[in-house]
């Protein structure tokens, strides 16, 4: 069973720190990987993707990938409250099926 | 660019009741998938068509559930009869073959 674990949470950072969420998964074929961040009620919505080690930033975020360890994490930096969400990692396993964490709820704080 | 839409945003049935969901990918967006996402979960794959072709079933409760393509664009998604345990948002995503999905606004599903 191909696994996608994350904390659930809740982060809680406050404010103009750095938020810094993790994921690892179970198959070392994995292709792709992604962040999605979802508001209550809302839903999921694509923060960024990196499919090759080390790190892509896009203006207050940055992924981080290290196939060795198996883990991918999301670093928001200068966090807002209107950060505060859940986020979702999924990752493109080697059949190119995209297999889901149940998410971080992050809150910041003002 | 329109984003995929979903219709309805909520539905509420009784148990026992047929309920549909519909879904219109993004233009040009050749894979559609259906999911349902409970709370506090992670969205669970319920099917994944390639244009008309449905290449992925495999976690679809075909008793109750089916779906439908019809020419590769619009999709519906159908529960019958549906079950107290049925109850959660049902998300219709879009992507180009193998790339990022795009997700639509959901269907929150309750059943009483």
């Known amino acids: 069973q191909k696994e996608v674990e994350q904390n659930s949470g809740p982060l809680s950072v406050p404010e103009g720190a750095i938020a810094s969420l993790n994921c690892t998964y179970s198959?070392?074929?994995?292709?792709?990987f992604f962040w999605y961040r979802q508001y209550s009620g809302k839903s999921p919505e694509l923060i960024m993707f990196?499919?090759s080690n080390g790190d892509k930033e896009d203006g207050r975020f940055t992924a981080q990938l290290n196939k060795a360890s198996q883990y991918v994490s999301l670093l928001i930096r200068d966090s807002q409250p209107s950060d505060s969400a859940t986020y979702l990692c999924?990752?493109?396993?080697?059949?190119?099926?995209?297999?889901w964490g149940a998410g971080t709820k992050l809150i910041i704080k003002p | 660019e329109a984003g995929v839409v979903q219709s309805p945003r909520y539905k509420i049935i009784e148990k026992k009741q047929p309920v549909a969901f519909w879904c219109n990918p993004i233009?040009?967006?050749?894979?559609l998938y259906w999911y349902l996402q409970n709370l506090g979960q992670g969205p669970e794959l319920l099917i994944r068509?390639?244009?008309?072709?449905?290449?992925?079933d495999s976690q679809l409760p075909k008793d109750r559930f089916s779906a439908e393509r019809l020419k590769g664009v619009d999709s519906t998604l159908k529960i019958q009869p549906a079950e107290l345990g049925d109850s959660a948002v049902y998300l219709c995503?879009?992507?180009?073959?193998?790339?990022?999905?795009?997700f639509g606004p959901g269907t929150r599903l309750t059943v009483l």
């Open positions: 995503a879009s992507s180009l073959v193998q790339d990022t999905q795009y």
């Open positions: 233009s040009g967006h050749n894979t």
């Open positions: 068509y390639e244009n008309e072709e449905a290449v992925d």
């Open positions: 198959d070392r074929g994995s292709q792709s």
């Open positions: 990196i499919y």
């Open positions: 999924a990752v493109k396993d080697s059949n190119y099926q995209l297999i």
